[in-house]
């Protein structure tokens, strides 16, 4: 009995060996695929991709004027621009610059209030054509009576009243002129056209009054000339309105 069971043993140890290797089919298998020496290799773990960077380009791109139409025409309307140039005060380079600045800056002012960020004409001018176009009169100052007056406005006004319009470049003033209206009282501005300017002065004066065109050399020589006389009555100097920070400015140059 032993020695039969040792023959057959031996007898089909060769065919179990063939068996594990030749692959079994599904069914034998359970649905099941055994993995041999050539089976493929699992698949390798997820990573990230590394992506060279390309070289960065500029692109310029010039803003086309004509999406600003009312804004170009208003430009171009500009009647303090045109009495400049009528003048011959202004050509054409100054005002190229100052095209070109008033649209970087986003066409908000009067291309003529941009010209004078330029510096390209003197201060004075500019605000006397500007005062000339908007039909502001020019002044003669009689000192000695203005300063009669402003005693007599400082005395008679709250303290921070003087101090606001000097610092917005008014100043009341008597003409030298001899046929002046009795009862009005005149103030003097560098920048009559100036919104600013003129509700000041519709909140000060309470009965007739006209606002007249001097310069700013001219405001500071009378307010110097007052002070000598009045000392502790009217501010040592007044500010320019309508100005932008150093810092701003020189942006604005480098703009245009």
């Avoid at 086309?64 to 309307?77: G, I, N, P, Q, V």
């Avoid at 010209?115 to 605000?127: H, I, N």
């Avoid at 001899?178 to 501005?189: H, Q, Y």
């Amino acid at each position: 009995m032993i020695q039969l069971f040792s023959r057959f043993r031996r007898q089909s140890s060769p065919a179990t060996q063939d068996s594990a290797i030749s692959p079994p089919d599904e069914e034998s298998a359970g649905g099941l695929t055994l993995l041999t020496s050539e089976s493929p290799a699992p698949p390798e773990a997820a990573g990230l991709m590394r992506v060279q960077p390309g070289q960065a380009t500029i692109t310029r791109v010039y803003e086309d004027s004509t999406l600003h139409l009312m804004e170009e025409k208003r430009a171009d309307s500009d009647r303090v621009i045109a009495y400049l140039q009528a003048t011959g005060a202004l050509t054409s380079g100054p005002l190229n610059r100052a095209r070109r600045l008033w649209r970087a800056t986003g066409r908000k002012d009067r291309l003529w209030r941009v010209l004078l960020r330029t510096e390209e004409l003197a201060e004075d001018a500019v605000y006397e054509a500007a005062a000339t176009a908007y039909g502001f009169l020019p002044v003669e100052v009689s000192l000695l009576e203005t300063v009669g007056l402003i005693d007599h406005l400082s005395k008679s006004w709250p303290d921070t009243v003087m101090p606001r319009l000097i610092g917005l470049g008014i100043l009341p003033v008597i003409p030298s002129e001899p046929n002046r209206r009795k009862g009005s009282l005149t103030f003097a501005a560098y920048d009559p056209t100036r919104s600013e300017v003129r509700r000041m002065v519709e909140t000060v004066a309470t009965g007739t009054h006209s606002i007249r065109y001097l310069s700013r050399t001219g405001i500071e020589q009378c307010i110097k000339a007052v002070s000598d006389f009045l000392p502790n009555a009217l501010p040592k100097s007044i500010r320019t309105i309508g100005t932008l920070g150093k810092h701003a400015d020189d942006t604005l140059r480098r703009a245009a």
